[in-house]
C-alpha cells in the first residue's frame, strides 16, 4: 500500500484563500504518485466563514477534513493539534496564503526517503529592512547563548515522519514548538527556498505577535533566564551587604556625619533589599523547576469535525 501524507493548512480568516489551496497542492500532488495525500484544515475559530468552505471541501472531496476549534487558541497549538489528529505516515504543514510553494513537498519527500525525521523550509531570502534582519540575528545569538543548543527549525514549513508525531502526543505542549520538536533529537535537514507574495487577504502577524513569539523562544525548555536572575539577586544582594557594613563601621568607627536615621534607614534598606534579592533568587530555582515539570497543556478543544462521507 501507499503511505499517506498529511497535508495540514492551519487557517484563521482565511475565506478567500482555502479553496485556492486545496486546488494548488491536490493538482501538484496528484503527479506524486508513489504517495497518497490527506487534507486537513484546522479552523481557529474564524470569524468570516472560513469553516462553511472547509465543509462544503470536505463533503465534495473524499481526502479533506477539518476541525474547528471552540475558540482562538494561537498559531502554534492550532499547529500542534492538527499534528496529534494527522493519523498518516507523515505530516507537512503549509499555511494557506502559499507563500510557501507546493513543489517543496517533493523536496521533503527525498530528505525523508533518506532517513530524515524533521525537514523543514530555511528561507534563503528575507525581504525585511536592514534594522529588522540585525534584531532577528541578535535575538538568535542571545536565544542560542540562553538555551546552550542552537534551535535550527524556522517558523514556516516543516515536514515530520510519524515517529516525531507519536512522541509529540506523549509529552506536553509547548508554545514554542521548533524548541520543543529539536529538543526530540531526532535527525534534522532544511530546504533553502525562496518564499513568495501573498496574492490574496492579510498577514495575521503583528509586531505583539513577534515579541511573544520571541518571548517563548527564550524561556521555552530553559531555566537559564531564572538562573541569571539569581546570580544577577545574588551580585546585588552581596553589594547591598557590603555598603550595609561600609555604612555601620563609617558610623561606629569613623564618625561620619550622617543626618540623624539616615544611617539606620540605609541600613535597614539595603538590608531588606539583600534578603529579598537572595530570596528571590532561591524562588525562581523552584519556580524553574515547577516550569519544567509543569501541568500538562493539552491540545486545542476541537468543537466541530467535518469529513467526506464520499468512498474513494
Same mark, same amino acid.
Given at each position: 500500500?501507499?503511505?499517506?501524507?498529511?497535508?495540514?493548512?492551519?487557517?484563521?480568516?482565511?475565506?478567500?484563500?482555502?479553496?485556492?489551496?486545496?486546488?494548488?497542492?491536490?493538482?501538484?500532488?496528484?503527479?506524486?504518485?508513489?504517495?497518497?495525500?490527506?487534507?486537513?484544515?484546522?479552523?481557529?475559530?474564524?470569524?468570516?466563514?472560513?469553516?462553511?468552505?472547509?465543509?462544503?471541501?470536505?463533503?465534495?472531496?473524499?481526502?479533506?477534513?477539518?476541525?474547528?476549534?471552540?475558540?482562538?487558541?494561537?498559531?502554534?497549538?492550532?499547529?500542534?493539534?492538527?499534528?496529534?489528529?494527522?493519523?498518516?505516515?507523515?505530516?507537512?504543514?503549509?499555511?494557506?496564503?502559499?507563500?510557501?510553494?507546493?513543489?517543496?513537498?517533493?523536496?521533503?519527500?527525498?530528505?525523508?526517503?533518506?532517513?530524515?525525521?524533521?525537514?523543514?523550509?530555511?528561507?534563503?531570502?528575507?525581504?525585511?529592512?536592514?534594522?529588522?534582519?540585525?534584531?532577528?540575528?541578535?535575538?538568535?545569538?542571545?536565544?542560542?547563548?540562553?538555551?546552550?543548543?542552537?534551535?535550527?527549525?524556522?517558523?514556516?514549513?516543516?515536514?515530520?515522519?510519524?515517529?516525531?508525531?507519536?512522541?509529540?502526543?506523549?509529552?506536553?505542549?509547548?508554545?514554542?514548538?521548533?524548541?520543543?520538536?529539536?529538543? &526530540? !533529537?531526532?535527525?534534522?535537514?532544511? *530546504?533553502?527556498?525562496?518564499?513568495?507574495? =501573498? $496574492?490574496?487577504?492579510? /498577514?495575521?502577524?503583528?509586531?505583539?505577535?513577534?515579541?511573544?513569539?520571541?518571548?517563548?523562544?527564550?524561556?521555552?525548555?530553559?531555566?537559564?533566564?531564572?538562573?541569571?536572575?539569581?546570580?544577577?539577586?545574588?551580585?546585588?544582594?552581596?553589594?547591598?551587604?557590603?555598603?550595609?557594613?561600609?555604612?555601620?563601621?563609617?558610623?561606629?568607627?569613623?564618625?561620619?556625619?550622617?543626618?540623624?536615621?539616615?544611617?539606620?534607614?540605609?541600613?535597614?534598606?539595603?538590608?531588606?533589599?539583600?534578603?529579598?534579592?537572595?530570596? &528571590? !533568587?532561591?524562588?525562581?530555582?523552584? *519556580?524553574?523547576?515547577?516550569?519544567?515539570? =509543569? $501541568?500538562?497543556?493539552? /491540545?486545542?478543544?476541537?468543537?466541530?469535525?467535518?469529513?467526506?462521507?464520499?468512498?474513494?
Amino acid at each position: 500500500m501507499k503511505k499517506t501524507i498529511t497535508i495540514l493548512c492551519p487557517v484563521y480568516n482565511e475565506v478567500e484563500n482555502i479553496d485556492n489551496f486545496y486546488t494548488t497542492f491536490n493538482n501538484y500532488t496528484k503527479d506524486i504518485v508513489n504517495y497518497k495525500f490527506n487534507f486537513v484544515f484546522t479552523d481557529n475559530h474564524s470569524t468570516d466563514g472560513s469553516f462553511d468552505v472547509i465543509k462544503k471541501l470536505s463533503g465534495m472531496h473524499p481526502n479533506v477534513r477539518g476541525y474547528r476549534f471552540s475558540k482562538n487558541f494561537g498559531y502554534m497549538k492550532s499547529i500542534y493539534t492538527g499534528f496529534i489528529n494527522s493519523g498518516d505516515d507523515a505530516c507537512v504543514i503549509f499555511d494557506c496564503d502559499l507563500q510557501d510553494p507546493p513543489f517543496l513537498i517533493s523536496n521533503f519527500i527525498k530528505s525523508w526517503e533518506s532517513g530524515y525525521k524533521v525537514i523543514y523550509g530555511k528561507r534563503s531570502i528575507r525581504v525585511e529592512s536592514q534594522s529588522l534582519g540585525f534584531l532577528r540575528a541578535a535575538y538568535r545569538k542571545f536565544e542560542n547563548f540562553v538555551k546552550g543548543y542552537k534551535v535550527e527549525i524556522e517558523s514556516g514549513t516543516w515536514f515530520l515522519d510519524k515517529q516525531v508525531i507519536d512522541e509529540l502526543k506523549k509529552i506536553q505542549f509547548d508554545p514554542y514548538l521548533p524548541g520543543l520538536i529539536s529538543r &526530540l !533529537g531526532f535527525s534534522t535537514i532544511g *530546504i533553502d527556498y525562496q518564499r513568495l507574495a =501573498r $496574492e490574496k487577504g492579510t /498577514a495575521k502577524g503583528n509586531i505583539p505577535l513577534y515579541l511573544a513569539y520571541a518571548r517563548d523562544g527564550l524561556v521555552s525548555g530553559t531555566i537559564t533566564p531564572l538562573r541569571l536572575m539569581a546570580v544577577f539577586g545574588a551580585l546585588v544582594s552581596l553589594i547591598s551587604f557590603v555598603l550595609m557594613f561600609y555604612f555601620l563601621f563609617a558610623k561606629l568607627f569613623l564618625g561620619a556625619p550622617f543626618a540623624s536615621g539616615v544611617a539606620a534607614l540605609s541600613i535597614i534598606t539595603l538590608f531588606g533589599f539583600g534578603i529579598n534579592f537572595v530570596f &528571590l !533568587g532561591v524562588l525562581g530555582e523552584y *519556580i524553574g523547576r515547577i516550569y519544567i515539570e =509543569r $501541568e500538562s497543556r493539552h /491540545a486545542a478543544i476541537i468543537e466541530e469535525t467535518c469529513a467526506s462521507t464520499i468512498q474513494e
